[in-house]
């Protein structure tokens, strides 16, 4: 059985350390600093061998190179010219042993072209980056609408109690965006509460799981009556289509 520990960073980070119930041995998943995952490990009496990547930007690789030098853990991640500590390069539907669970590789483009999520089916786990987020996804930095809604949608086929772990606590206000393209979302509004009793106990709202971003993150709806009507309003034009739905509403949290 998996343990994932949360490891706050900078202003919004999450890092996760990751064993085995029965194991001292740890990994580490996109580690964007060195410092606050060495205090976790002392903290928690674990001993790092690996690190795990799921894109170049640097607040997921800014300690990898501290922590591999200094621990000799193995680097595994996408393919990418920009993250040269990977020793072990994965792709689409490749496998890896992470703390002795198996992880399948799922490409996930449109935050970044390199980026790549991990699913643990035994251990109903997801490490999504800055794909998925809860109640949101990431901004397009390098890829298209229809490859990112493409990428959320290999997400959200996933089984509905598959624990979500992204990147970023960004929760509260994805979840404001979320009520302004659903209103009259019941399922959303008490997420929304829960999210905002959780952070006013300075508590992680991640991670959350597959089943709940279908019933409340618009960027999962977009076959969605509501939220392709609502995505047709900003944008002043009929849409159908779950990536021109998609665009349309991303493009409206960006401005918003």
């Known amino acids: ?45 674990l001993r790092l061998t690996g690190i795990l ?7 997921h690789t800014g300690g990898v190179s501290q922590l591999a030098e200094r621990h000799a853990a193995r680097v595994v991640g996408p393919a990418s010219e920009r993250i040269p500590q990977i020793q072990q390069t994965l792709s689409d539907g490749d496998e ?9 590789v799922i490409a996930v483009p449109g935050h970044t072209l390199d980026h790549i999520a991990y699913h643990c089916a ?19 930095f390098e890829g298209t609408p ?25 929760t509260l206000g994805n979840l404001a965006f979320a009520r302004r393209v659903e209103p009259e979302n019941d399922d959303l509004a008490r ?31 977009t076959g969605h009556t509501r939220v392709i009507a609502a995505a047709a ?9 779950a990536a021109d739905v998609f665009a349309a509403i991303r493009r409206w949290k960006d401005v918003s």
């Open 96 to 104: 890896v042993e992470i703390a002795g669970a198996r992880f399948r």
């Open 53 to 59: 990547v799921t894109h170049h930007h640097a607040d």
């Open 191 to 221: 997420r929304e509460a829960d999210a905002r009793a959780t952070r006013a106990r300075g508590e992680p709202t991640v991670p959350s799981t597959i089943g709940l971003e279908l019933a409340t993150n618009p960027f999962l709806r």
């Open 146 to 170: 229809a490859q990112m809604q493409a990428s959320l949608a290999r997400l959200a086929d996933l089984p509905a109690d598959t624990r979500v772990y992204c990147a970023h606590e960004y």
């Open 1 to 45: 059985m998996l343990c994932i520990h949360t490891i706050p960073a900078f202003e919004d980070n999450y890092f996760w350390l990751v064993h085995d119930a029965d194991s001292t041995d740890a990994w580490v998943v996109d580690p964007g600093a060195a410092e606050p995952v060495e205090k976790s490990l002392a903290a928690l009496g």
């Open 233 to 241: 309003r900003h944008k002043g034009a009929p849409v159908s289509k």
């Open 122 to 140: 035994t251990d109903a786990v997801l490490f999504c980056g800055d794909t998925l987020f809860a109640g949101g996804c990431g901004r397009m």
